[in-house]
């Protein structure tokens, strides 16, 4: 099947009578050119990430997908209907059109600097009606770019962090087909090889009162430890599908956390009544020791510790989206 590139859809259109005006816009950002390519394929986050706008997708596969976007313009409800498919090597290009007004967006990715990427993404506006065109131009780009700035300001946050895991030394799998970002159960976190595990840590239970305490960095070690009057329960403060923080989805609902960019739910590693005190269990990369006046979290050995991977537990492996 054919995947033209905007400027070959460009040259069709210009030939059926159509005339064309474009403008640009390009940012920076301080990760991979992978992080942000995955950021646009993966069709899940919009849903959680982006809340001015809702998407209903109508199919997708490994190499595009359409959608009806329904977003709120001066107030009103407004559904545009796009699709979007892998036109080249890290470009992607997106159609949308009205009665007499065509938008063709194309978007490309490439590493400028060690973490740092360049996208840029070049507007084209096409009418058969150069007078309409002249005249419609100045709001379709700023309304454009209004709506550009509120996707990205929303997703900066996924790919800082991906550049901050990075950092450490973490890596992730290759940007995946389209479709298959659905598949949220799924684990593309690489922790660092060889990386040390964290100290021996002792919390004081002298006074259980409820409340949320961080145990390590955030990252494939690092623990959310809820404390409730009965009981405590142990979460993991990294999502080891895409590097998301869970550090501000600590309160549990239903006994489960959910992950801020893709929904995925977390079950506590474990959960331990102080009733059942003195008690040792292991979690992937822990044993858990619980007396009556202190947690002694301890890093497994690597010959203990089961694969980086699985130090997260998930549940169904397919999300559904409207």
Not at 112 to 117: I, M, P, S
Not at 132 to 144: E, I, K, N, Q
Not at 262 to 284: Q, T, W
Request: net charge neutral; glycine share 6%.
């Amino acid at each position: 099947m054919r995947r033209p590139t905007q400027a070959q859809l460009v040259g069709t259109l210009q030939g059926c009578g159509y005339a064309f005006r474009a403008f640009q816009s390009v940012v920076e950002d301080p990760c991979r050119a992978d992080d942000v390519e995955w950021n646009y394929k993966d069709i899940v986050h919009p849903h959680f990430v982006h809340a001015h706008m809702t998407r209903c997708y109508s199919f997708a596969d490994a190499e595009g997908y359409s959608c009806i976007d329904v977003q709120r313009l001066f107030g009103f409800p407004i559904a545009q209907s796009v699709s979007t498919w892998v036109s080249g090597p890290k470009r992607l290009t997106t159609q949308t059109a009205s009665a007499l007004l065509i938008i063709l967006i194309e978007v490309v990715f490439e590493d400028v600097g060690e973490l740092r990427a360049r996208t840029t993404t070049t507007y084209q506006i096409g009418s058969p009606s150069r007078v309409l065109l002249a005249a419609a131009f100045p709001v379709l780009r700023w309304t454009l770019k209004r709506n550009w700035d509120k996707f990205y300001r929303d997703d900066l946050r996924l790919r800082v962090r991906r550049g901050e895991l990075r950092q450490q030394g973490f890596d992730f799998t290759p940007p995946l087909g389209i479709a298959s970002t659905l598949k949220i159960s799924d684990n593309h976190v690489v922790p660092p090889a060889g990386a040390g595990a964290p100290e021996v840590t002792r919390l004081d239970l002298a006074h259980r009162e409820v409340r949320v305490v961080q145990v390590g960095p955030s990252d494939h070690h690092g623990l959310q430890v809820v404390l409730q009057p009965d009981r405590l329960e142990i979460y993991p403060r990294l999502c080891p599908h895409e590097g998301a923080c869970l550090d501000t989805v600590h309160a549990p609902l239903n006994a489960h956390i959910q992950c801020p960019w893709h929904g995925r739910k977390f079950a506590p590693i474990v959960s331990l009544r102080y009733a059942e005190a003195p008690i040792s269990v292991c979690g992937p990369l822990h044993r858990f020791t619980l007396t009556e006046s202190e947690l002694r979290i301890e890093p497994l050995s690597a010959a203990d510790a089961t694969a980086a991977a699985d130090w997260a537990s998930s549940p169904a492996p397919l999300l559904t989206l409207p």
